[in-house]
């Protein structure tokens, strides 16, 4: 059985860090793209971030370029989000997702796999 499987994120003070993890189960994680989108209440789900097949070029979207960084461990099939100087604005469910591309665009990619989604909370 395919899954994402999500930990991390919960609460934090305006300025401060979380961060976010995602095991891969039951695909060749290599083979795929990881990222992270966000939805926040009442707003349309929002790409964030992504990192190419192997260990290639990343992607940011410019909300949150310079503050959160991604990045994966294929030996351990995961994949972990950074979020440094956190904004109330960032707060929202945040998503994992598998895909076959990552880049400019990243909003409209299609995605293979998605996981069940993980609340991150930032008070002003």
């Known amino acids: 059985e395919v899954q994402l499987v999500q930990s991390g994120g919960g609460m934090a003070q305006d300025g401060g860090s979380l961060e976010l993890s995602c095991a891969g189960v039951?695909?060749?994680?290599?083979?795929?793209?990881l990222g992270w989108f966000r939805q926040a209440p009442g707003k349309e789900r929002e790409a964030v971030s992504c990192i190419s097949r192997g260990v290639g070029p990343s992607y940011y979207s410019d909300s949150v370029k310079g503050r959160f960084h991604i990045s994966r461990h294929n030996a351990q099939n995961t994949v972990h989000l950074v979020m440094d100087s956190l904004k109330p604005e960032d707060t929202a469910v945040y998503y994992c997702a598998a895909s076959e591309t990552c880049g400019p665009g990243y909003d409209a990619t299609p995605i293979n796999y998605w996981g069940l989604g993980t609340q991150v909370t930032v008070s002003s």
């Open positions: 039951g695909f060749s994680f290599d083979d795929l793209s």
